[in-house]
């Protein structure tokens, strides 16, 4: 797919700026705050809805306006289309496609497709399960936007058991039971759905990324990607998930009228990376974990490739100048021109002259 145009409008530190894309490579290059990673973020948003540094809507509108729009128009093999969303401070974000506006996100999703590498994904080793699961999630939206509905779906139900759970922290446990039963099938039902897809998307993604990490790390390390739900149980019958995770529930029965929270399902998931059986987090140097994300990003383009048929683009925003040249050229090596890619630079000097004279490249100063 190939982004050919985008249009901003009191996007962050953006007033009215549109951009054409001239190369399958564009580089964005420009001083500290001048807007470099808002113009990546406006694509992240338009592909998933999300965006790595979870604002909300109204940080996203330029100050002092009341609405932000972010314009593109996209090519793919079934032709092209004009997406927009447009966020307000006071109310609903809404979507367009070709000036039509769309009811449902899930439409919106899979339309655009991108990978964002930045230098928060460090985080994704570094840092706790919540990271992972919300990286799991927007991969998945992403190969099956049925699935930001069925996320939907299992946060509404857990948001109105744990309320449950909260209004009925003094009542006797007995008479409770029978009426959390309800809840309890609900939250089994929408959160199998939930456990099943992303195991799924991992079992594809793990042989991707461990094949990514022995290639760029040039040695016989191990790299593993498990799916590590909180029910006990792993086993993959969707009848077998249902009943561990309703055992697990009446197992934690107490706890969670003391707590006043629901303390099992797919809110609570590990996703476990561990190089030759040792946890990433615990392994290595920062080198040796940027090379674990690298592995991962590229994982999640080739897999949203084989998925959409169709290359996604790339988002590089600053992860250039901290890889060594070895796993720079790795990275550029594989872009090459498959995958469209926009990289965010304060300085040209980390390219070799052939990626420059190949690439497009923009200066960006505060907003324009
Ligand atoms: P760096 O090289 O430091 O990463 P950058 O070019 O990527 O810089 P951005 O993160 O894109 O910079 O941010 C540019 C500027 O946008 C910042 O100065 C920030 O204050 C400003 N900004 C962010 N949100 C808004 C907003 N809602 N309204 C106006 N300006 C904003
Ligand atoms: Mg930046």
Redesign the pocket.
């Given at each position: 797919m190939y982004l050919k145009t985008l249009h901003l409008r009191q996007f962050?530190?953006y007033q009215d700026q549109k951009v054409e894309f001239a190369a399958a490579k564009t580089i964005l290059v420009?001083?500290?705050?001048?807007?470099?990673?808002?113009?990546l973020e406006a694509v992240e948003l338009l592909a998933t809805l999300r965006s790595h540094r979870m604002g909300r809507d109204r940080?996203?509108?330029?100050?002092g306006e009341s609405t932000a729009q972010i314009n593109a128009t996209l090519e793919r093999f079934s032709g092209v289309s004009e997406l927009t969303l447009t966020l307000r401070r006071q109310s609903r974000r809404s979507v367009a496609i070709n000036g039509e506006t769309v009811r449902r996100q899930m439409d919106f999703l899979g339309i655009l497709n991108a990978v964002e590498f930045s230098s928060l994904d460090l985080e994704l080793v570094r840092g706790g399960p919540d990271g992972r699961r919300n990286w799991l999630d927007t991969l998945l939206i992403q190969l099956e936007p049925v699935y930001a509905h069925l996320l939907h779906q299992y946060h509404q139900v857990l948001r109105q058991r744990n309320a449950f759970l909260k209004r009925h922290l003094e009542a006797p446990a007995k008479s409770l039971q029978s009426e959390l039963a309800i809840w309890d099938a609900q939250l089994v039902t929408a959160g199998t759905r939930v456990i099943r897809r992303r195991d799924r998307a991992i079992q594809r993604l793990a042989p991707i990324a461990a094949a990514w990490h022995a290639s760029i790390s040039g040695s016989t390390e191990v790299l593993e990607i498990k799916y590590a739900p909180n029910i006990s149980g792993e086993e993959n019958q969707p009848g077998e998930i249902e009943q561990a995770f309703l055992g697990k529930i009446q197992q934690r029965f107490i706890a969670e009228l003391n707590q006043g929270t629901t303390l099992v399902g797919p809110h609570r998931d590990e996703i476990e990376l561990s190089i030759n059986q040792t946890p990433a987090r615990q392994y290595g140097s920062q080198g040796q974990q940027r090379t674990l994300v690298l592995a991962l990003k590229l994982a999640e383009l080739q897999l949203i490739e084989e998925v959409v048929k169709e290359p996604p683009l790339l988002l590089l925003d600053?992860v250039l100048a901290e890889l060594d040249p070895y796993r720079q050229n790795q990275l550029l090596d594989t872009i090459q021109d498959r995958f469209q890619t926009l990289i965010?630079t304060?300085h040209l000097g980390s390219f070799d002259s052939q990626w420059l004279k190949s690439s497009q490249i923009l200066f960006?100063k505060a907003g324009e």
């Open positions: 962050r530190n420009g001083n500290n705050a001048q807007g470099k990673s808002n113009l940080d996203l509108v330029k100050e600053d965010t304060t960006v």
